[in-house]
Every structure is written in structure tokens, then in C-alpha cells.
Antibody, heavy 121, light 107 residues
Framework: EVQLVESGGGLIQPGGSLRLSCAASGFIFSNYAMAWVRQAPGKGLEWVSTLSSGGGSSYYAASVKGRFTVSRDNSRNTLSLQMNSLRAEDTAIYYC??????????????WGQGTLVTVSS | EIVLTQSPATLSLSPGGRATLSCRASQSVSSSLAWYQQKPGQGPRLLIYDASNRATGIPARFSGSGSGTDFTLTISSLEPEDFAVYFCQQRSHWPPTFGGGTKVEIK
């Protein structure tokens, strides 16, 4: 059974930094692209970032480019998101998601439960 | 970026009823459209990919259709566990984008 467990969320002041992690199990992690998708409270879904299976190619939404950095450790089956210069509009539940295919398709067949990031003074 | 417009915003139906959800794209996304179900406090669950293919373990009462700019998710006979929010998502044009969601509630 595929499991994705996010951690690292919390309350942070504007301008601060936070690092999210996603622990993956139940599949060959190193074979799949992985993504972060966020959801502001009571709102819809917004794709944030995708990292290729080997970690060599990363993609970011315009709203976070230059502030967020995605990385992975395939030896530990872990995906991370380093978030810097946080803004109030980054407040959201952040989900880790597995790409549907071994070749990145940009749709997602397994999701975690999410971790809440609140940016507020 | 591609804008996906879902309608209606809320659908009030009884268990056993038929649900028809719409997703319209601002330009053609071919068949590169997925549908997700989300329940309170949970991450989304993939139901349909490539417009009409059911994901692993998804019951046959869920079906998807459409191509180009107009897509439909149909739930043939609502079960109690189907009352949730449904999102569509396109992957044809970067960046991938999601619709605003349709809430299916109990009438």
C-alpha cells in the first residue's frame, strides 16, 4: 500500500523559512516524479512544484519560483520542500503527491494527508 | 495558463441519484484531464485520468467523458461515501491547473 506522510508544517512569521518533508513507502520511490500541491483554507488546489524521479529536473509554479526549493533523497524515500521568504498567501495545507507514471505525467495517483503551513505575525 | 471552470458549484442529490459534474477548459486540453475526489480532512483521491480511464480500485459507478474543452464526471448511483468535493485537473499545458471544485451534498 502506498503511503505518503507529510511533516514540518506550523506557524511561521512572514519572511520566515520552513522545511516540509514527505516520507514515502509502498512503492519504488526512485522510479517516480513527485510533487507538492497546496490548498488554501476552504479553497481549491494549486500545483506548487514537481521533481523528476532522479532529482535532476525541477519545476515550480510562478507564485513560488525563487523562494521554494524541492529536493529528494532516494536512499531514504523522502521528498522535501524548502520554503523561504514566506508570505501570508502561502498559508495552505501542503500535500505530497506521487505522479501516476514512471515518466512524469503531471497527474497524481496517491496523495498524503497534508501538513498545514500558517504564515502570520 | 489554462483555466478550468467547474459547474455547478454545489449539487444536492439523494443517495441513489445520478450526479453529472461538468468541467470546461479555457482552451483545448485534448484528453489530458483527471478527476479527483476529496473528503474533509483528507488528501484528494484520483478517480479518472485521461478523461475516461478509471484509476485503480475506483468503482464502476464513476465514469468520465469528453475531450477538447468539455468534460463530464458521472456518478451513476450515489453511495453515502460519494458525498464529497470533486476537482478536475488538466496536464496538457504547463503549469498543471485545477478547477475550483463541485461539492456533492446530501439533499
Amino acid at each position: 500500500e502506498v503511503q505518503l506522510v507529510e511533516s514540518g508544517g506550523g506557524l511561521i512569521q512572514p519572511g520566515g523559512s520552513l522545511r516540509l518533508s514527505c516520507a514515502a513507502s509502498g512503492f519504488i520511490f526512485s522510479n517516480y516524479a513527485m510533487a507538492w500541491v497546496r490548498q488554501a483554507p476552504g479553497k481549491g488546489l494549486e500545483w506548487v512544484s514537481t521533481l523528476s524521479s532522479g532529482g535532476g529536473s525541477s519545476y515550480y509554479a510562478a507564485s513560488v519560483k525563487g523562494r521554494f526549493t524541492v529536493s529528494r533523497d532516494n536512499s531514504r524515500n523522502t521528498l522535501s520542500l524548502q520554503m523561504n521568504s514566506l508570505r501570508a498567501e502561502d498559508t495552505a495545507i501542503y500535500y505530497c503527491a506521487k505522479d501516476l507514471s514512471v515518466t512524469a505525467r503531471w497527474d497524481f495517483d496517491n496523495w498524503g494527508q497534508g501538513t498545514l503551513v500558517t504564515v502570520s505575525s | 495558463e489554462i483555466v478550468l471552470t467547474q459547474s455547478p458549484a454545489t449539487l444536492s442529490l439523494s443517495p441513489g441519484g445520478r450526479a453529472t459534474l461538468s468541467c470546461r477548459a479555457s482552451q483545448s486540453v485534448s484528453s489530458s484531464l483527471a478527476w479527483y475526489q476529496q473528503k474533509p480532512g483528507q488528501g484528494p483521491r484520483l478517480l479518472i485520468y485521461d478523461a475516461s480511464n478509471r484509476a485503480t480500485g475506483i468503482p464502476a459507478r464513476f465514469s468520465g467523458s469528453g475531450s477538447g474543452t468539455d468534460f463530464t464526471l458521472t456518478i451513476s448511483s450515489l453511495e453515502p461515501e460519494d458525498f464529497a468535493v470533486y476537482f478536475c485537473q488538466q496536464r496538457s499545458h504547463w503549469p498543471p491547473t485545477f478547477g475550483g471544485g463541485t461539492k456533492v451534498e446530501i439533499k
